[in-house]
């Protein structure tokens, strides 16, 4: 499957953005979805991840309550909605999938098809 991300952007301190990952070549179904993000010279971070049959969700303690994931079948398209962002959120977001999970990892190493970044930068 390949994954396509967007909607990264420049935000002030308290903002929200929404970021979409598409997929093509095959669908979600039976997979587990997730979003991962990398600043610079860390390592990547679990931020979220959910079953596509939306049956449970994961979250990082340091989203929980302000970031959300949530998918539509028929785009076949998972959203990362980012509100209160706060400066320790800027990194590159990376969205991920792995089509044989048997549980919702938070080890990016994993995940098995990945989207190509992008970029949000939390000004304060």
């Known amino acids: 499957v390949q994954l396509q991300a967007s909607g990264g952007g420049s935000v002030q301190a308290g903002g929200s953005l929404r970021l979409s990952c598409a997929a093509s070549?095959?669908?979600?179904?039976?997979?587990?979805v997730g979003w991962f993000r990398q600043a610079p010279g860390k390592e990547r971070q679990f931020v979220t991840a959910?079953?596509?049959?939306?049956?449970?969700?994961k979250y990082a303690e340091s989203v929980k309550g302000r970031f959300t994931i949530s998918r539509d079948n028929a785009k076949n398209t998972v959203y990362l909605q980012m509100d209160d962002l706060k400066p320790e959120d800027t990194a590159v977001y990376y969205c991920?999938?792995?089509?044989?999970?048997?549980?919702?990892?938070?080890?990016?190493?994993?995940?098995?098809?990945w989207g190509q970044g992008t970029q949000v930068t939390v000004s304060s």
């Open positions: 959910m079953w596509w049959s939306g049956s449970s969700t």
């Open positions: 991920a999938a792995d089509n044989s999970a048997s549980r919702l990892s938070v080890n990016w190493r994993t995940y098995t098809s």
């Open positions: 070549g095959r669908t979600f179904k039976n997979s587990a």
